[in-house]
T-cell receptor, first 114, second 110 residues
C-alpha cells in the first residue's frame, strides 16, 4: 500500500528530449509538491498544488510544467532536457492545516540526462 | 533566504554513542521539522517542533528549538547501525512550503 508513488524510478535520456514523471498519492491529502535533489543532496522546492490549483511556483525554468488532473495526482513534464536537469525528483504530499504538517515523500525518480 | 543549514555536513560515530546534529535558519518560522533519508530512498518525517515549543522527544530522538538563536538540534541517543542515513531539517514560515537544508550524513560504525 504505497502512500506516494512515482514512476518511473529511473529515467535515462538524451539532451533535448522531453520526458514526464508521474506521481500519485492515496492518502487523501489536498496538497502535493515536487522537489529536486541535486548531487549534493540539496532539496529544492519546485512546485506545489492545493486541490488542483498551483500555489507555489519557484524560480524554475519554464521548460518544467507541472499538471494536476486531480488532487491525488501531480505530474511533471520537462521539455528540452539539459545536462543540469540530472537529479532526483521527489514528489510529496500533505494535508494543509493538518495537525502535524508533515510531508510524505515518494521514493524519488532519478533522471540522468546524457 | 529561509533555508536551513545543517552542521556538521558529515558525522561518523560508534554504535551506542549519541549523535547530535544542528540546524540554523534565517527567518522567523512557524515550525521546524526533521526528516531522515536512507540511501536511495525518499525522506521520512521524524519529528515536528512548533515555534512556541523548546524541546520535544520521540523515542530515542530529542529535538530542541531556540528561536532567539534561530537554531535547532537533533539528538539521537544510543545510536544503532540502522540510524545510518542523512538527516535534514526543514523550516516552514507560513508560505505553505517546507524549505530544506543540505542535510547531515550520519554514519554509525559497528
Amino acid at each position: 500500500d504505497t502512500a506516494v508513488s512515482q514512476t518511473p524510478k529511473y529515467l535515462v535520456t538524451q539532451m533535448g528530449n522531453d520526458k514526464s514523471i508521474k506521481c500519485e498519492q492515496n492518502l487523501g491529502h489536498d496538497t502535493m509538491y515536487w522537489y529536486k535533489q541535486d548531487s549534493k543532496k540539496f532539496l529544492k522546492i519546485m512546485f506545489s498544488y492545493n486541490n488542483k490549483e498551483l500555489i507555489i511556483n519557484e524560480t524554475v525554468p519554464n521548460r518544467f510544467s507541472p499538471k494536476s488532473p486531480d488532487k491525488a495526482h501531480l505530474n511533471l513534464h520537462i521539455n528540452s532536457l539539459e545536462l543540469g536537469d540530472s537529479a532526483v525528483y521527489f514528489c510529496a504530499s500533505r494535508q494543509l492545516g493538518g495537525s502535524t504538517g508533515e510531508l510524505f515523500f515518494g521514493e524519488g525518480s532519478r533522471l540522468t540526462v546524457l | 533566504s529561509q533555508q536551513g543549514e545543517e552542521d556538521p555536513q558529515a558525522l561518523s560515530i560508534q554504535e551506542g554513542e549519541n549523535a547530535t546534529m544542528n540546524c540554523s535558519y534565517k527567518t522567523s518560522i512557524n515550525n521546524l521539522q526533521w526528516y531522515r533519508q536512507n540511501s536511495g530512498r525518499g525522506l521520512v518525517h521524524l519529528i515536528l517542533i512548533r515555534s512556541n515549543e523548546r524541546e520535544k522527544h520521540s523515542g530515542r530522538l530529542r529535538v530542541t528549538l531556540d528561536t532567539s538563536k534561530k537554531s535547532s538540534s537533533l539528538l539521537i541517543t544510543a545510536s544503532r547501525a540502522a540510524d545510518t542515513a542523512s538527516y535534514f531539517c526543514a523550516t516552514e514560515a507560513g508560505a505553505q512550503k517546507l524549505v530544506f537544508g543540505q542535510g547531515t550524513r550520519l554514519t554509525i560504525n559497528p
